[in-house]
């Protein structure tokens, strides 16, 4: 805008200039004459000269002067007599004149007295044209210059301190939108932007509160598992404090004890693996180092998290996989752990050669997952409705997925008559 002002002024400052130069022009000491004063001198000066002089001052259409060769009036039908006109002065006050010419030589002259008005008024003309030209190109160039800050410098300063109220982290004023404005729709996307922020922004503060209540429900699943350690091992710490110096026999309760101290410390593991995992991935920090397998590691994996014996396996075909085998152990961890917690029913396990994959379906007999929450249960501390009073972190299947994706593998859930988890193993 600044510079549209300054052009303004330059603006002016040359219609300025171009008033004073028709001024100077039209203002010499040659003076002005028109054609039609050309005529009519040449006509009265050839009249003159043959001797056809008025011989009456009878009002004519033009007021001149017929001087004969010293300087006497031979005709004058001025309105003003008081003073005869002579060459000099016609030529000091810009007169129209011409001389009478009879046989070569000068016999006199002829003098109009009101060439002066005349010139003096097409100059007056001249100059009104332009200033009210000029007029007219200052008012347009002036009430563009308004229209222009109306339509575009305003809005664009109000679109930049909406900007600095979006920067400063007020999401909730509007960005003010005339009727009229040009930039409306561009307006329109800003406010829009402005509304998609407070929406990132407000969910970003729910996953934030839900996160810390995830951690606190953590630190609940975490002391339950512990507590139920800690009061085996008083028990047995008891048992054996009773029967010291003596042989003590182990009844089928201390092996259900023992046995217990395992699951709930396998329970602790898994819990905190998924955490520890998920944190990495958050922090951008999580590493895959995938080796060349036997696939009879799949079965050794399953044996381990089958305390159960809830797994009906079928035979895997052999060939050699390429696999993380910590992170797969985690993957299959997850998924029969989710089946114990969840379904409580057997598991069924088969495998087959899939293109360049080894695909492994881990199914159950569960109630399953509704059809509308399938594409939501593999993401992050998403638990399903059906869960029921059942605790968990909802990271189970999350951190199965991701580290599947990692090892270049799939993950994919279906549900039918149970859930059904199918993993694309990479081959070597």
Not at 256 to 267: L, P
Not at 365 to 370: A, D, E, F, I
Request: charged share 25%.
């Amino acid at each position: 805008m600044k510079r549209y002002y300054r052009f303004a002024i330059f603006l002016i400052l040359l219609l300025t200039v171009g008033l004073l130069a028709v001024i100077k022009l039209t203002d010499t000491d040659n003076g002005f004459v028109a054609n039609d004063d050309v005529i009519l001198l040449n006509e009265i000066a050839h009249k003159a000269a043959s001797g056809d002089v008025p011989s009456d001052n009878t009002a004519q259409a033009r007021e001149y002067v017929i001087l004969d060769i010293n300087g006497n009036a031979l005709f004058d039908n001025r309105s003003d007599r008081s003073e005869v006109p002579t060459v000099e002065t016609a030529i000091q006050r810009r007169y129209p004149y011409n001389y009478i010419i009879k046989n070569n030589q000068i016999t006199g002259s002829v003098i109009l007295t009101d060439g002066e008005k005349r010139f003096d008024r097409l100059r007056t003309t001249i100059i009104l044209i332009y200033v009210g030209c000029s007029l007219v190109l200052i008012t347009a160039m002036l009430a563009f210059g308004a229209y222009i800050r109306k339509t575009v410098i305003l809005p664009f300063d109000k679109m930049k301190d909406f900007a600095s109220y979006v920067a400063a982290g007020d999401l909730e004023k509007p960005l003010e939108m005339d009727k009229d404005n040009m930039f409306g729709a561009f307006s329109e996307s800003f406010d829009i932007m402005r509304e998609e922020l407070k929406a990132s922004k407000e969910r970003e503060l729910a996953l934030q509160k839900k996160e810390r209540e995830l951690v606190a429900s953590l630190s609940h699943d975490l002391k339950t598992p512990v507590t139920g350690i800690k009061l085996t091992s008083e028990l047995m710490a008891a048992v054996f404090s009773q029967n010291e110096g003596q042989e003590l026999t182990v009844t089928p309760d201390m092996t259900v004890k023992m046995n217990n101290i395992y699951k709930r410390a396998e329970e602790i593991n898994v819990l905190v693996s998924d955490l520890f995992s998920s944190t990495l991935e958050d922090l951008g920090e999580f590493k895959v180092s995938c080796t060349d397998e036997n696939s009879s590691v799949i079965s050794e994996i399953i044996s381990k998290y089958d305390d159960r014996g809830l797994v009906r396996l079928t035979e895997i075909p052999q060939v050699i996989i390429h696999i993380d085998r910590i992170w797969l152990s985690q993957v299959i961890g997850n998924i029969i752990s989710n089946s114990y917690k969840y379904a409580g029913t057997p598991i069924d396990v088969h495998s087959h050669i899939e293109d360049k994959f080894l695909e492994v379906s881990v199914s159950d007999s569960g109630q399953g997952v509704p059809d509308d929450e399938i594409e939501l249960i593999t993401n992050k501390f998403y638990r399903g409705k059906n869960h029921g009073d059942k605790e968990g972190s909802g990271l189970g299947l999350y951190i199965a997925k991701m580290l599947m994706d990692k090892m270049g593998g799939e993950l994919t859930v279906t549900s039918n008559n149970g859930l059904c988890v199918r993993l694309l193993i990479p081959l070597s």
